[in-house]
């Protein structure tokens, strides 16, 4: 079992920076992969971005890619989402999730239904 606890959200002008922060409980945390999704309202859940257990393979969508970076300290059970150059097309909540690692690290690292444990997410404003 493991829980997340999300933070570092707030409100940014645009072309400003962010680095939000997952927490995580439970001894096996480091063999986990983990991902990190956001929600505007009235829309669903997006793919931003995952990283293997060891942070060695990362996965981005197309809209982040070169301007957020996930990274994670296992010493620390914490995953990190740097975001650079915030465009007000990113205000969404934002939430971490894990999912145990089995083996191969796919694509479907990026379906929300592939991950069964979820922060409870953090307010990301960008303002224009």
């Known amino acids: 079992q493991v829980q997340l606890v999300d933070s570092g959200g707030g409100l940014v002008q645009a072309g400003g920076s962010l680095r939000l922060s997952c927490a995580a409980s439970g001894r096996t945390f480091s063999t986990y992969t983990v991902g990190w999704f956001r929600q505007a309202p009235g829309k669903e859940r997006d793919f931003i971005a995952s990283?293997?257990?060891?942070?060695?393979?990362?996965l981005y969508a197309d809209s982040v890619k070169g301007r957020f970076t996930i990274s994670r300290d296992n010493a620390k059970n914490t995953v990190y989402l740097q975001m650079n150059r915030l465009k007000p097309e990113d205000t969404a909540v934002y939430y971490c999730a894990a999912a145990a690692f089995l083996g191969v690290f796919t694509s479907d690292y990026a379906s929300a239904g592939r991950y069964p444990y979820w922060g409870q997410g953090t307010q990301v404003t960008v303002s224009s």
């Open positions: 990283s293997s257990w060891n942070g060695g393979s990362t």
